[in-house]
């Protein structure tokens, strides 16, 4: 559906791109087209319209910055509405220090709420919380087994009772345990619908266990359905927010509203286009991005991130490229010579490192690195090596930042990191 979805949008773009007037006419062809595939999609009408209508107006109301032709800018117009779009109701889960922060699962039969629990438990515990998960779903035969495997592979510790049938009950057992973790993921059954008895189990178990969020697992293939079946759990118990990605442990991303529309139509071939837009338009956003590099202001974080996507993108360079403020940049060469083994290594040596640690590198101790090490069955100078890489970029981007970074950026236009 996403690919059709994508491939109509795209259609309309190169049309766009091809056209050699750009009237009123053409920009009404255009919208209506964009209707109806959004339409095709399954997306409800109003936001359809809604979205619709912004692009018309900005289509017909702004005028081109002085180096983009009124095509190219029309482009970026469906493209940033498009972003804005599913991008508004975007929301990050902070998780705040309570000892123990509780996200709550809700969802029918079968919708991922136990693999999700995983992916949740497995995500923040990359990120250097102390995660466990306690499962409530006294209804499926073997829900903890499966919970359980699940959380062996992940390392996590798991809570449950497959002899006890009243999730309450269950709660309550493992009480005392739950102040010693950062964040508690509690999974909880479903029916095939929501009736009137998984309505009360829900509601008792809401009022039990008091999550900080309650997130509703929905399969991403319902279309509109979604929505009646949002409002409904919504109504039973004030639901904070969707989730659903793929079906492996990994397969959670922070989704990113940028970078699905960028997938979604095929950026390579618009790719020049709109690098070209976001050169005249985005050269703010691309002078803070490079400003934080260029202040040294970057930590493991920020590090791994990068790794991670490179492993899907390819070399160090290329990376860099990307980076806005960063195309063109000459590495040294030290640092182009990281191989794929090596990022593996230090991957497993990052997600052994606590959140504190990937924030501020310079506290690890001799000690810490030794434990780190031998934790991701790796060497000492493994992390040293891996210091003093993380050093020395570190000290690159400071004195490149120590001239004047207005200049520097202008040398080093912004682009964005859209080549999937
Ligand atoms: N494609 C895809 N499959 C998924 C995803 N999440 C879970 N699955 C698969 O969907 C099936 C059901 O997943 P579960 O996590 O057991 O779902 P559940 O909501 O806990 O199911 P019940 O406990 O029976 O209500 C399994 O076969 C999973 O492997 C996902 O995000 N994408
Ligand atoms: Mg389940």
Redesign the pocket.
């Known amino acids: 559906m996403l690919g059709n979805l994508g491939d109509s949008l795209k259609s309309t773009l190169k049309k766009i791109a091809g056209s050699i007037f750009i009237d009123e006419k053409l920009i009404d062809e255009i919208v209506r087209e964009i209707q109806r595939a959004l339409l095709q999609a399954d997306v409800n009408v109003k936001l359809v319209f809604e979205l619709s209508k912004n692009i018309k107006k900005r289509a017909l109301d702004e005028k081109a910055p002085k180096n983009l032709d009124q095509r190219e800018y029309i482009i970026n117009v469906v493209y940033e509405e498009l972003v804005k779009f599913l991008g508004e109701n975007r929301k990050e889960i902070k998780i705040e220090k309570k000892k123990p922060f509780k996200i709550m699962l809700l969802?029918?039969?079968?919708?991922?709420?136990?693999?999700?629990s995983a992916k949740l438990a497995k995500y923040y515990s990359k990120r250097g919380y102390k995660v466990g998960i306690l499962g409530l779903?006294v209804?499926?035969a073997a829900?903890l087994k499966?919970l359980k495997q699940l959380g062996e592979k992940i390392n996590i510790n798991v809570y449950g009772n497959e002899k006890e049938k009243n999730p309450i009950k269950i709660y309550k057992e493992f009480e005392k345990e739950y102040k010693d973790y950062d964040l508690l993921i509690i999974?909880t059954?479903?029916r095939d619908a929501l009736n009137d008895e998984l309505i009360k189990e829900i509601d008792s178990i809401n009022k039990m266990v008091n999550p900080d969020e309650v997130l509703l697992?929905i399969?991403?293939d319902i279309g509109q359905a979604a929505q009646s079946q949002a409002q409904k759990f919504h109504e039973t118990c004030k639901v904070t927010g969707f989730i659903?990605?793929?079906?492996k442990i990994d397969?959670l991303e922070e989704f990113n509203p940028k970078g699905f529309v960028g997938r979604m139509l095929g950026m390579g071939d618009l790719e020049a286009l709109l690098e070209k837009a976001k050169e005249a338009i985005n050269e703010e956003d691309a002078k803070d991005m490079g400003k934080k590099m260029l202040k040294g202001d970057f930590n493991f974080l920020d590090l791994y991130d990068q790794l991670q996507m490179m492993n899907k993108m390819g070399p160090l360079d290329k990376i860099f490229d990307m980076i806005p403020g960063l195309g063109g940049v000459k590495l040294p060469k030290e640092a182009l010579q990281v191989q794929g083994d090596k990022l593996k290594a230090w991957k497993y040596l990052f997600q052994s490192m606590t959140k504190e640690e990937l924030e501020d590198p310079e506290i690890l101790t001799g000690d810490r690195i030794n434990r780190i090490a031998k934790g991701a069955g790796r060497n000492a100078s493994d992390i040293r090596e891996l210091l003093k890489q993380y050093r020395m970029s570190k000290k690159m981007m400071k004195t490149m930042g120590s001239g004047n970074p207005e200049k520097l950026m202008k040398k080093f236009k912004g682009k964005m990191p859209m080549k999937f």
Do not use: I, N, P, Y
């Open positions: 969802g029918l039969f079968g919708s991922g709420k136990t693999t999700t779903d209804w499926r829900a499966q999974d059954a479903g697992v399969s991403a659903g990605m793929g079906e397969d």
